[in-house]
């Protein structure tokens, strides 16, 4: 099963597929939850309108919470299975969950103050996470912080995996310790605490959300797999060059070589064709005397008086 879908073409067309019933989800149950929760729920009897902010907190919390769950699960098929999609759904899910993170940081700041009296608190909620927010970063880090993306995947793997020692930790921190965070509300053993006319837009807010975290991470997906490609294919082209330019200047050195050895050669006869003919050409008193008589030329006859 694992091996199926690992398989990145195979991924990637099942990926293709869910793209626009991801997006048709997202917008429809995104529209109608924003209008549910803005305009028809009810304010709250306590806190008033600022309740309203609880349809952007609760799902970007939530995705913060189960992106990095999703984050840690890839760290660990990639430190088994050395596995290069898990590493690609890693690096394509740490940004998203970081902006839902941080989402989740600002809404709660603002959703605090007038409850509170204060932007922050340490509150164990609050600080568990900043924690994760901190693990989500680091991961980013280091993965993208050497020359090579492979050198970062496996430090940025075990420290997904480390982080994973604080997704309890921000869960249950409300029960663990008396905090300000208020507790549960959705996921509780007595049913949800809300009133149906909260629950329902939050519902959809929470459908929406995931929705729209699967679009990203699917679509970050898509654009580091075209990168690794591409990265791999200019490596192969300029091997291929490099190939190419060492065959060639040996080739070009070889021909040299003969051409050298084939100028050294004629250089040689030329000396020693005319050695040969400066040799011939000198005559010497001995050279004369060894010469036969019928080598001599004839004596002329002398001129008598007609």
Not at 18 to 35: D, K, R
Not at 42 to 62: E, F
Not at 98 to 106: C, E, I, K
Request: net charge neutral.
């Amino acid at each position: 099963m694992f091996d199926y879908f690992a398989n990145p073409s195979r991924f990637m067309r099942i990926a293709n597929w869910l793209l626009l019933p991801l997006v048709i989800l997202s917008v429809i149950t995104g529209i109608i939850g924003l209008y549910l929760g803005l305009f028809v729920a009810p304010a709250d009897y306590q806190q008033g309108d600022t309740v309203r902010i609880i349809y952007i907190h609760v799902p970007s919390a939530w995705l913060a919470l189960f992106g990095y769950v999703g984050l840690g699960l890839c760290g660990l098929f990639y430190v088994v299975w050395r596995h290069p999609l898990a590493d690609i759904a890693a690096r394509a899910i740490a940004p998203v969950g970081a902006v839902f993170a941080f989402l989740t940081l600002v809404t709660g700041a603002l959703w605090g103050k007038p409850m509170w009296g204060a932007w922050w608190v340490w509150d164990a909620r609050l600080t568990s996470m900043l924690i994760l927010f901190f693990f989500y970063l680091g991961f980013i880090a280091l993965a993208n912080g050497f020359d090579r993306a492979e050198r970062g995947s496996r430090p940025a793997a075990l420290l997904a995996l480390v982080g994973m020692i604080n997704v309890p930790i921000v869960k249950f921190s409300v029960d663990w310790w008396n905090t300000l965070h208020q507790p549960a509300s959705l996921l509780r053993s007595g049913g949800p605490a809300i009133d149906s006319s909260m629950l329902t837009p939050l519902v959809l807010m929470l459908i929406a959300a995931h929705a729209y975290f699967a679009i990203l991470v699917i679509l970050r997906m898509r654009a580091l797999l075209t990168e690794r490609r591409l990265a791999a294919l200019r490596t192969d082209i300029a091997a291929s060059d490099a190939r190419v330019a060492a065959l060639g200047g040996q080739a070009a050195g070889e021909e040299r070589r003969r051409d050298g050895q084939a100028g050294q050669a004629e250089r040689e006869d030329e000396l020693g064709f005319r050695h040969e003919l400066e040799f011939d050409e000198q005559v010497t008193p001995e050279r004369q005397a060894r010469q036969p008589a019928d080598h001599q030329p004839p004596a002329r006859p002398p001129r008598g008086r007609h």
